[in-house]
């Protein structure tokens, strides 16, 4: 409480829940017998009359990490003292700040400039970052304020490709680490893959397959073999239809590299992996 709370009627607390970037104000209202009445328990618990009925501890669960917490003293007549303000400590606690990127997605522009990915953990320990496929991103030292931050840089977001993709940090107390999930959807207006057959002759062997999807824009869709951007002549491509679906016939080599990465996991949303990354091209 303010060192003048003794004097007043009631304190308002402002405080950034977890999870939210906007404070609630909380008010303590005092009791004949000394303690203080709270108007969001879960927030910020009331007090008990005796040696520490000027005293609260808000939950380290219902506060947000690094955020200002501000209380101000009224009398009666509502005459404000002087807010007094303290920074809540992130935890200790290993952990990602969600949603990566703002909203879980990883558009065009943060693709091209790159984002910080933030987190929580033990102070002085090192926290590393890698990709689905363990390539580590980056490595720092967590703060004396139980934060760190590790940007992820256009390159890295190449490395990963487009689709659904997990991140995962780890320290020396903690080598299970934490996942979160992201999709990187780099390709503005892009073609999102629906399905994918691949065909066999008699003796099993790979011979051609098809790959189909939808595009929310009129033009053609292509595999893009060396990751130029532009259809040149050895790249088959189609056109996308007036219902805006398209399919792509694919060689022998396109289909076995469709099966060797794993690029489509059937949720009807997932683009190309790296090495087959379809582009739009207008018409």
Wanted: charged residues 20%.
């Amino acid at each position: 409480m303010p060192s003048d709370a003794e004097t007043v009627g009631t304190v308002e607390v402002s405080v950034v829940p977890e999870g939210a970037t906007n404070p609630v104000i909380v008010t303590l209202t005092k009791n004949t017998d000394g303690s203080w009445t709270s108007n969001n328990e879960a927030v910020v618990p009331s007090t008990t009359a005796g040696a520490n009925a000027d005293s609260t501890t808000i939950p380290e669960s219902a506060v947000q990490d690094g955020s200002t917490i501000s209380a101000t003293a009224k009398d009666p007549s509502g005459n404000a003292s002087t807010p007094v303000e303290v920074v809540a400590k992130a935890t200790s606690e290993l952990t990602i700040t969600t949603p990566i990127a703002g909203d879980g997605v990883v558009d065009a522009d943060e693709a091209a400039e790159g984002f910080v990915i933030t987190g929580t953990g033990m102070a002085g320990e090192n926290v590393t970052l890698t990709n689905e496929q363990g390539a580590v991103i980056g490595t720092v030292v967590i703060g004396d304020d139980n934060r760190w931050s590790i940007p992820v840089g256009q390159p890295d977001v190449k490395a990963m490709g487009e689709g659904a993709e997990s991140l995962s940090v780890t320290t020396q107390s903690n080598a299970s680490g934490v996942t979160m999930d992201i999709l990187i959807d780099s390709v503005a207006n892009g073609p999102l893959v629906t399905s994918y057959t691949v065909e066999k002759d008699v003796d099993g062997e790979i011979v051609g397959g098809t790959i189909s999807g939808t595009s929310s824009e009129e033009g053609q869709v292509f595999i893009d073999l060396n990751e130029d951007g532009v259809l040149d002549s050895d790249e088959n491509s189609a056109v996308v239809d007036a219902d805006g679906n398209w399919t792509l016939t694919l060689t022998a080599e396109q289909a076995q590299m469709a099966v060797d990465v794993d690029n489509y996991s059937g949720n009807g949303v997932t683009p190309l992996a790296p090495k087959m990354v379809i582009y739009r091209s207008d018409l």
